[in-house]
């Protein structure tokens, strides 16, 4: 089984580009690929929408993800609105008290998909997810818009990272089989193992942030999806890069 995952779309409808950069040819560009590979499914793990959550851009991004053919899921981020994303994409049975998360069965794998638009869990989620975990009883693999581990990206740990980050660690600990947990948010490609988690950060659609720097700094305006297959026991990742679109700096 086949999943591809993007994330951090930033599709901004009235700009021409937001910080010099073609977010709409960047999708464009990204939905090319990902027909291109062939998937089993696609999942899109947050921020959608450039500042905050709008209807017109869910629309335009459902209408592009329809056309593609492929079966896919989409999650919040930050800069979403669980309850307009689940509206516009005919999600509104899933949603528990405004939050956006649920479980699925691909192929014959059950994942979880979490909602970390508040950047961070109600409680009510938070049993459920403690819940989907002890009936699973096995291996599993996890997508979330926040990294539930500080990942030596000195700027987003310390200004942007998941507020309840201990409490989510504290269930995964819990669970005694390892927890693969995709994510997106921090714009970097990073694979942080802690305990029984194993965390891997998938690049942005928008541009990617510099690893070192305190402050914010864009590292490099390339773009990328993330391949995930998954066959038996054996579950292999790797992320693939496409060149960014930039017209206002150039």
């Known amino acids: 089984m086949k999943i591809i995952q993007i994330t951090d779309l930033h ?3 009235k700009e021409e580009a937001p910080f010099g950069i073609d977010v709409i040819k960047n999708f464009q560009d990204i939905l090319h690929t ?9 999942v899109v793990s947050g921020d959608l929408c450039y500042r905050e959550g709008e209807e017109a851009i869910y629309r335009w991004c ?4 329809d056309q593609c053919g492929i079966p896919y899921d989409v999650i919040a981020g930050n ?3 669980s309850t307009l994303m689940a509206k516009t994409f005919a999600l509104e049975h899933l949603l528990n008290d405004g939050e956006l998360y649920f479980t699925k069965k691909i192929g014959k794998y059950p994942i979880i998909f979490l ?3 508040l950047r961070q869990h109600s409680d009510n989620q938070l049993k459920w997810l403690r819940r989907q975990l002890h009936q699973a009883n096995q291996e599993v693999v996890i997508f979330m818009h ?14 942007h990272a998941l507020k309840d980050m201990d409490a989510v660690q504290a269930i995964f600990f819990e669970h005694p089989h390892p927890v693969n947990v995709f994510c997106g948010h921090y714009h970097v490609e990073k694979t942080v193992r802690l305990r029984n988690i194993m965390l ?3 690049p942005s659609c928008f541009f990617q ?3 070192y720097e305190e402050n914010f700094k864009v590292d490099h305006h390339r773009i990328a999806l993330r391949e995930i297959i998954i066959e038996q026991q054996q579950l292999l990742s790797r992320v693939h890069y496409l060149p960014g679109n930039t017209p206002g700096l150039e």
């Open 11 to 13: 599709i901004e409808l």
């Open 34 to 42: 990902v027909q291109e590979l062939k998937p089993d499914h696609l």
């Open 62 to 65: 459902k209408k592009h993800l």
């Open 79 to 81: 800069h979403d609105d």
């Open 115 to 117: 909602d970390t638009a």
């Open 146 to 159: 926040h990294p539930p581990i500080h990942s030596s990206v000195p700027f987003m740990d310390n200004n």
């Open 200 to 202: 891997q950060i998938t």
């Open 209 to 211: 942030i510099d690893h």
